[in-house]
């Protein structure tokens, strides 16, 4: 397209909120009513465009107007255009350091077992927030995904661009009613042991770590001790039903075994993964980011020392 042809179009732009309206309603009068401008504001921004492309955009029929197919084809065009450009607004608000609105984007099974239950300080320390809490696992797109952070375990790889700050190493080991481990003699051996397709290694690398591949090789030749779960959560949730034993990670059961719902009778080790916050790297720092990674850390630091 020509320089001149671009700026034709371009000086119609101020008309074509008015005439999406107009093809929504099928009416300039409720067009004009919606905008809160006059029918005759939206009367000549049609006539604009149509004179500027050559063509009727609607047909006029007493007192409602249909779309011709010129009329249909820039509606399209303008309703997507519109839509893209409110949504983009939209995020531009969101992603600001100044917004009130912030997403956070959280593993479903750290969110529901941990975070939420403790939301409620950060709120106290921060009411000038709007916090909108999204549960999702996995790499993310924050731009795309309409999200400030992310907090997720270090098990899959970062993009560049990212701002990544740990906040607490996460520590592993086998979890379970205190009336299920004495119905197997304290044995873990004896057990039923809980998996979930969203970590499938987590019994194996346990079991590396304390007991040596060999090990691992015997156990798992007995099909009858296994049980396989879709998620994370629900392996948990099996265990504290008296179920049999689950993988549990340190922050995510930590509140369970404080409040006796759970023990990890056999201790746990570390994993070499941690519970970290994703964000944009930006040249000016977000404060609302470095609000929640302080906090985040503050919190972890407080529950390994048991204040």
Same mark, same amino acid.
């Given at each position: 397209?020509?320089?001149?042809?671009?700026?034709?179009?371009?000086?119609?732009?101020?008309?074509?909120?008015?005439?999406?309206a107009a093809a929504f309603y099928e009416?300039?009068?409720?067009?004009?009513?919606?905008?809160?401008?006059?029918?005759?504001?939206?009367?000549?921004?049609?006539?604009?465009l149509e004179e500027r492309l050559g063509v009727p955009l609607f047909y006029r029929?007493?007192?409602?107007?249909?779309?011709?197919?010129?009329?249909?084809?820039?509606?399209?065009?303008?309703?997507?255009?519109l839509d893209r450009l409110d949504d983009a607004v939209e995020k531009i608000h969101r992603h600001s350091v100044s917004s009130p609105f912030f997403v956070i984007s959280c593993e479903p099974t750290l969110a529901m077992r941990w975070l939420l239950p403790?939301?409620?300080?950060?709120?106290?320390?921060?009411?000038?927030l709007n916090v909108d809490v999204r549960m999702a696992g996995g790499p993310i797109?924050?731009?795309?995904?309409?999200?400030?952070?992310?907090?997720?375990?270090?098990?899959?790889?970062?993009?560049?661009?990212?701002?990544?700050?740990?906040f607490a190493a996460e520590r592993a080991g086998p979890v379970c009613t205190a009336a299920y481990?004495?119905?197997?003699?304290?044995?873990?051996?004896?057990?039923?042991?809980?998996?979930?397709?969203? &970590?499938?290694? =987590?019994?194996?690398? @346990? +079991?590396?770590l304390v007991e040596g591949e060999k090990t691992i090789l015997q156990n798992d030749s007995d099909a009858s001790l296994e049980r396989y779960f879709d998620h994370f959560f629900y392996a948990l949730q099996a265990s504290q039903s008296g179920?049999?034993?689950?993988?549990?990670s340190y922050p995510v059961v930590q509140q369970d075994i404080e409040e006796g719902f759970l023990m990890a009778p056999w201790g746990d080790e570390l994993t070499g993964h941690c519970y970290q916050v994703l964000s944009l790297d930006r040249l000016t720092p977000d404060p &609302?980011?470095? =609000?929640?990674?302080? @906090? +985040?850390?503050?919190?972890?630091?407080?529950?390994?020392?048991?204040?």
């Open positions: 397209m020509s320089n001149f042809h671009r700026k034709r179009v371009l000086a119609s732009l101020n008309a074509l909120p008015l005439f999406e009416s300039f009068s409720k067009a004009a009513h919606s905008l809160n401008v006059t029918h005759g504001a939206v009367s000549r921004a049609v006539a604009t029929r007493n007192r409602r107007v249909v779309l011709t197919p010129a009329g249909v084809l820039l509606h399209n065009a303008t309703k997507e255009s403790k939301l409620g300080e950060f709120y106290r320390l921060h009411p000038e797109d924050l731009l795309s995904e309409g999200c400030d952070v992310a907090i997720r375990r270090s098990d899959f790889g970062v993009p560049d661009d990212y701002r990544v700050t740990p481990f004495k119905s197997i003699d304290q044995d873990w051996r004896k057990g039923t042991r809980l998996h979930s397709r969203t &970590r499938p290694l =987590a019994w194996k690398d @346990w +079991l590396s179920l049999g034993m689950a993988i549990g &609302r980011v470095i =609000a929640l990674e302080n @906090w +985040l850390k503050t919190l972890c630091v407080l529950e390994k020392d048991g204040s």
